[in-house]
């Protein structure tokens, strides 16, 4: 699918060395059918060094000479570089990971340039990230296969329509940082248990990780998985007796719903 395609990245920052990263070690590109512009220089020579991806010197140039475009800016950046590749040509697909930026705003700056908005999340630092992609109105099927083998390098993808991004940034936007936040409690159980605060966090951390692995590998949903572990008059059953007691179903649930709201909020400032 990427096969001949040249990509440029405008903003070379985490997530644009992810992506780099990730694409390099998939083997769909090699480093010559890449390029990268950012403002500061310092980040273009890191790219340079330590992937050996080109460096141009403006937007415009990369526009020129690149078949996809990942934009990577923050978003009160982005009509400024809209204005400086507004002229390049209508074949370009663009790719947008800025947050809260429409396919709207973007189809109107950019008339009839295929446009595909994507939300990930910052596990995607290390390739293990989850993206919702939103196909825009010029956008190919095509297009979409090219957008979904670039994020499938650094994770998983979905595809939605646009008006459920801010559920994907309510879920797997925030996400992570709920998650962050369950292993740090366990940990901290772990520790008041006796055992090493090193040796709480790693164990902590696998256990989620395996979970999650079990649940995206496995082919059984999460209920039947806990099922599995839940042993009868067992030591897991009570402790899911004080999470359902604690709500803490509920807790997340309200969780997603609180930062999806925000997301909408802070969308329609912009």
């Known amino acids: 699918m990427l096969g001949g395609k040249k990509i440029g990245f405008i903003g070379a920052g985490n997530m644009g060395d992810a992506l780099i990263r990730g694409l390099l070690a998939s083997g769909l590109v090699t480093a010559q059918d890449l390029l990268a512009f950012d403002a500061a220089k ?129 879920l797997s936007g925030s996400g992570p940082a709920y998650a962050f936040t369950i292993i740090e409690a366990l940990a901290d159980a772990g520790v008041n248990l006796g055992l090493a605060r090193p040796q709480a966090q790693e164990l902590a951390a696998q256990t989620l990780l395996g979970a999650a692995r079990m649940v995206l590998e496995g082919g059984a949903n999460p209920a039947e998985l806990r099922a599995m572990v839940t042993s009868p008059g067992g030591t897991t059953i009570r402790g899911l007796q004080v999470l359902e007691r604690a709500g803490l179903r509920g807790i997340l649930i309200d969780a997603v719903e609180a930062a999806a709201k925000r997301s909408r909020k802070l969308g329609r400032k912009k």
Do not use: W, Y
């Not at 890191?46 to 010197?57: D, E, I, M, T, Y």
């Not at 956008?139 to 329509?161: M, N, P, Q, S, Y």
């Open 42 to 170: 310092g980040r273009l020579e890191h790219l340079k060094s330590a992937h050996g991806v080109g460096a141009a010197q403006n937007n415009r140039e990369l526009a020129a000479a690149v078949d996809v475009i990942i934009l990577c800016v923050k978003p009160q950046a982005v009509d400024a570089v809209l204005d400086e590749i507004e002229d390049m040509p209508r074949d370009r697909l663009l790719v947008s990971i800025c947050a809260g930026i429409t396919l709207e705003h973007l189809e109107t700056r950019l008339p009839m340039q295929p446009v595909i908005r994507v939300m990930p999340n910052t596990p995607a630092l290390v390739l293990e990230g989850a993206s919702a992609l939103a196909k825009g109105m010029h956008a190919t099927v095509e297009h979409l296969a090219i957008a979904r083998a670039i994020f499938d390098a650094v994770g998983r993808t979905v595809v939605v329509e646009e008006h459920l991004m801010d559920a994907v940034t309510g």
